[in-house]
């Protein structure tokens, strides 16, 4: 959150422009940043069509999103795009910056109740193993890894 809102300090320096209303005041930042593991961590799981046109589970989120980041003209849209903006740099870890929060450089071993829920909802345990320790031992994003890859 701090990150968005440094950017958005930048984004008025940058702008200097006198007509322009001040930003829009509410959590923009921290709502777009989480758009950002939502589009990357989140599997699709339905495909439709409505009107000819292909659209997904996640398609309404987006859409919201889009009408939250349109809602008041441009001033919402400088805050929306710098928490987009934050959430990529985090996911990215662009300038070290998931230090700042104290995230562990090392990826400790997958605890043996990770694993067993993984393997009671059908996984085979190395499988389960590999996935626990790509996502730092999170049982959520192992279980999307792992149901992406019987997908496909």
Known sequence: MTVSVLLQILALGYLKDPSFNPLTSGPYGLIFASYVPFFFDIPIS???RIFGLQL???????????????????RSVI???????????????IFGIRRLKGAHTTTPDPMESSIATLVSMGFDRASAIQALALTNNDVNLASNILLEAQST
Do not use: H
Not at 56 to 74: E, I, N, P, T, W
Not at 79 to 93: F, K, Q
């Open 46 to 48: 339905t495909k439709f």
């Open 56 to 74: 997904c589970d996640k398609s309404f989120v987006y859409l919201a999103g889009l009408q939250l980041l349109f809602s008041s003209g441009r």
């Open 79 to 93: 805050p929306g795009l710098s928490g987009i903006l934050a959430g990529l740099l985090y996911r990215l870890n």
